[in-house]
């Protein structure tokens, strides 16, 4: 199992491109996030999937888009890329939400850098 | 802010000592997790104690929770120079998104 896969692992960008991270999971989970880390900062939560053809908002939301068209993936949009939005992008998949005592699984990441 | 806070930031240990790692949170939680982050690498999870257990182990790690104290902590026994990386602890809510709270984060390191 490859457990949850990100794509790329490494890009740079010019501000105000675009580009899309996908994220592939092989677990069959339900639920499927996207989080940024930043030095300092923890991970914040950007948005999150409870299943095929929904999205919603977490914390960080602004300045991405996100698509669940198939259960197993689920890709982030950056829609005009700014230096601020540098940083490392880690997707999570889970069988359930927190609520129901759920653990999450990460993938390795991704690194962007806005210049 | 939801975020709890992790103490220490960073803690640096000789081989076979006992680590110890403090999280403290601000709201209502089902359940408190705890995450391990090697250097360059996605986030492992560690263990998951529920808002109704007071302690739980996993080899050599012991996590215990204080729900009137709004605390956990996490123990490594025994400590070994793979243990060294960052470690987290993640607030699962009641109410809310379907959603974690991470901390930021003590960083560990294990001397040989």
């Known amino acids: 199992n490859a457990g949850v896969t990100q794509t790329p692992k490494f890009r740079v960008l010019k501000t105000g491109q675009s580009m899309t991270l996908l994220c592939a999971q092989d677990?069959?989970?339900?639920?499927m996030y996207w989080y940024r880390q930043d030095p300092g900062m923890g991970l914040r939560l950007i948005h999150y999937?409870?299943?095929?053809?929904?999205?919603a908002k977490g914390e960080v939301p602004d300045g991405y888009n996100v698509s669940r068209l198939k259960k197993q993936n689920f890709l982030l949009g950056l829609e005009s890329a700014a230096p601020s939005q540098t940083s490392v992008y880690f997707c999570?998949?889970?069988?359930?939400?927190?609520?129901?005592?759920?653990?999450?699984?990460f993938g390795d990441g991704t690194r962007l850098s806005i210049l | 802010s939801q975020q709890g806070e992790e103490d220490p930031q960073a803690l640096s240990i000789q081989e076979g000592e006992n680590a110890t790692m403090n999280c403290s949170y601000k709201?209502?939680?089902?359940?408190l997790q705890w995450y391990r982050q090697n250097s360059g690498r996605g986030l492992v999870h560690l263990i998951l104690?529920?808002?109704?257990?007071r302690e739980k182990h996993s080899g050599r790690l012991r996590v215990t929770l204080d729900t009137s104290k709004k605390s956990s902590s996490l123990l490594i026994t025994a400590s070994r120079a793979a243990d060294t990386a960052s470690y987290f602890c993640?607030?699962?809510?009641?109410?809310?998104?379907?959603?974690?709270?991470f901390g930021q984060g003590t960083r560990l390191t294990i001397n040989p």
């Open positions: 999570a998949s889970s069988t359930g939400g927190p609520s129901l005592n759920q653990p999450q699984h």
């Open positions: 677990m069959n989970h339900e639920y």
């Open positions: 999937s409870v299943g095929e053809g929904t999205t």
């Open positions: 709201t209502s939680i089902n359940n």
């Open positions: 104690i529920r808002s109704n257990e």
């Open positions: 993640a607030q699962g809510l009641i109410q809310g998104a379907q959603k974690l709270v």
